[in-house]
């Protein structure tokens, strides 16, 4: 038997009217703030990322200010959140906005999957959220739903499964502009709020009558996960060198975050702290502090060494404590070599 998807929206959307959250995104679900939101909010969870959207919108607050904005200044305002790539492709796409489309959002999905950095969830987060389109945006949330309900036992990395998904939803969506705006955010919400990825909520839920998982008791049995691959492990130094210019910075050329400012580094086997700054032309140095830390990437774990010292020379670009803390960007994996210095 055909699971009856038309009977989800009516419940869920009198549950969202209800239930919802006030997120300052939501007050003025403009194109450009649901952009912002959904962006940030596929690393990182509601709550942290409530601050960073505050201070991303008053300092960009449109399209034009986005697209203007100097690199730096830019990933300092992304700093903490991570995965860089994701802010520099939300740049080049407001550069191409301002220039093809005078600023102005296209409303149609396969032209925002146009745009880079917007796959087809951000395309059917904004097309549906923001202009109120029959669109769906299928993320980690919304699979674990529907599988639940339905009891799907595709994993949910399938890309087959997903596009289905976005079809079978876009056919359900609602005819209002506003209905269709609020379906979407419902579908998040209940995964946020109530179908959790370990504890559903089930007795709160307002699809419980359809819910197959609930009804066999096999809520732990869906979503059918990938299985997860082994991270690879580096050992890594971050030097935190103290010149009488300051402390030293660069930009990463390769690996992991390319492009992005570091606090000198170099993956090791068992070449020892030392070797690497003479390496570097740096002979004469203080007695090192070091601080031992693990920094997490979505495949590599960095097992860090972080290692503070003094030098006369600096062999890369030096700043003081304040200007790198006040307009540099540094990501978390080198930026919490800091605390060495309490
Ligand atoms: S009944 Fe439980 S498992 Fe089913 S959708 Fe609702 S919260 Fe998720």
């Given at each position: ?11 869920l959307l ?9 997120l ?9 703030h ?101 669109a769906?945006?299928?993320?980690g ?34 005819e ?37 998982a609930?009804k ?13 691959k ?65 920094h ?47």
């Amino acid at each position: 038997m055909q699971f009856p998807f038309h009977l989800i929206p009516a419940p869920l959307l009198a549950w969202y009217n209800t239930h919802k959250r006030t997120l300052a995104w939501r007050s003025d679900p403009t194109p450009y703030h649901v952009w912002v939101s959904e962006i940030m909010l596929q690393q990182t969870r509601v709550e942290a990322v409530k601050s960073y959207y505050d201070r991303f919108i008053e300092a960009l607050p449109s399209v034009e200010a986005l697209a203007a904005c100097s690199e730096e200044r830019l990933l300092k305002l992304w700093e903490g959140l991570g995965y860089y790539s994701r802010v520099r492709n939300m740049q080049k796409a407001a550069r191409i906005l301002v220039l093809e489309y005078g600023g102005v959002f296209p409303s149609d999905t396969e032209k925002l999957k146009k745009l880079p950095g917007i796959g087809a969830y951000t395309a059917g987060a904004i097309a549906s959220i923001a202009f109120g389109r029959r669109a769906a945006a299928v993320d980690g949330n919304v699979l674990r739903v529907i599988s639940r309900l339905t009891e799907n036992p595709t994993e949910i990395s399938d890309i087959a499964y997903k596009r289905a998904l976005e079809k079978t939803l876009t056919d359900i969506y609602p005819e209002t502009a506003e209905k269709c705006s609020a379906f979407t955010q419902s579908l998040f919400e209940l995964g946020a709020l109530v179908c959790k990825p370990t504890s559903p909520d089930c007795e709160a839920c307002p699809l419980r009558a359809l819910c197959l998982a609930y009804k066999h008791g096999n809520q732990s049995l869906f979503p059918v996960l990938p299985a997860k691959k082994a991270k690879r492990r580096e050992s890594v130094y971050v030097f935190l060198l103290e010149t009488p210019e300051g402390f030293c910075v660069r930009r990463r050329e390769a690996g992991v975050l390319k492009g992005m400012n570091e606090f000198p580094s170099a993956v090791y086997e068992r070449e020892t702290a030392e070797q690497v700054l003479n390496g570097w032309g740096v002979y004469e140095f203080t007695e090192m502090k070091r601080k031992k830390y693990t920094h997490v990437f979505t495949h590599i774990i960095w097992d860090i060494t972080c290692v503070w010292a003094q030098a006369d020379v600096a062999p890369f670009d030096a700043y003081a404590l304040d200007e790198i803390e006040e307009s540099i960007s540094l990501p978390t994996a080198f930026k919490q070599c800091l605390s060495i210095l309490q």
